[in-house]
Antibody, heavy 122, light 113 residues
Framework: QLQLQESGPGLVKPSETLSLTCTVS??????????WGWIRQPPGKGLEWIGS???????FYNPSLKSRVAISVDMSKNQFSLKVSSETAADTAVYYC??????????????WGQGALVTVSS | DIVMTQSPDSLAVSLGERATINCKSS????????????LAWYQQKPGQPPKLLIY???TRESGVPDRFSGSGSGTDFTLTISSLQAEDVAVYYC?????????FGPGTKVGIK
């Protein structure tokens, strides 16, 4: 049974860098069939795709966040990670990791983690 | 980037009645070489992550009740709940994956009348 679990600090100070990790269990992050993505949801608002990564390191980022975001993969730990720099209160959100089937480019999100709330505040 | 819009923002339907949600993309998400629409639908209940309902515009994910159906092509799509149940109260999102830079619609909240 595939499971994705987000982990990381729940509180980040303004201007600092948010770091989250998604641990994949019940499946291999090095599968050639999937990308692995990050999506966020500010409280009471809609979903925003942040970016996606393939096990080989190929990444796609939301153009509106690209300058502040980095996604990486650690196959030895079956994990992928997100860093968002220069945090502001507008980055306060529930951050989800999810799996994306691919056929070339990444597609929809078929398995999701439970989400991790990150609050940006001093 | 492709912009996704949804209508209505919210709707209330009596139990057992039909609920219809519309999604529109700013450009076609139909890929002519394989005749597939790169469009998915999700359901999100309070405090839970989104759940995939439909992909390729009309293919139901495994385990999704058949009262949920997706239709449409090109730029205009519809998610229909044929007979609303109490457990269907949720926010529903559409998402395109026509390019690697995917985007979601703003969501439609479905409640009970």
């Amino acid at each position: 049974q595939l499971q994705l679990q987000e982990s990381g600090p729940g509180l980040v100070k303004p201007s600092e860098t948010l770091s989250l990790t998604c641990t994949v269990s019940g499946g291999s992050i090095s599968s050639r069939s999937y990308y692995w993505g990050w999506i966020r949801q500010p409280p009471g608002k809609g979903l925003e795709w942040i970016g996606s990564i393939y096990y080989s390191g190929i990444t796609f980022y939301n153009p509106s966040l690209k300058s502040r975001v980095a996604i990486s993969v650690d196959m030895s730990k079956n994990q992928f990670s997100l860093k968002v720099s220069s945090e502001t209160a507008a980055d306060t959100a529930v951050y989800y990791c999810a799996r994306q089937p691919r056929g070339g480019d990444p597609y929809y999100f078929d398995f999701w983690g439970q989400g991790a709330l990150v609050t940006v505040s001093s | 980037d492709i912009v996704m819009t949804q209508s209505p923002d919210s709707l209330a339907v009596s139990l057992g009645e039909r609920a219809t949600i519309n999604c529109k993309s700013s450009q076609s998400v139909l890929y002519s070489s394989n005749n597939k629409n790169y469009l998915a639908w999700y359901q999100q209940k309070p405090g839970q992550p989104p759940k995939l309902l439909i992909y390729w515009a009309s293919t139901r994910e495994s385990g999704v009740p058949d009262r949920f159906s997706g239709s449409g092509s090109g730029t205009d799509f519809t998610l229909t709940i044929s007979s609303l149940q109490a457990e269907d109260v949720a926010v529903y999102y559409c998402q395109h994956y026509f390019s690697a830079s995917v985007t979601f619609g703003p969501g439609t909240k479905v409640g009970i009348k």
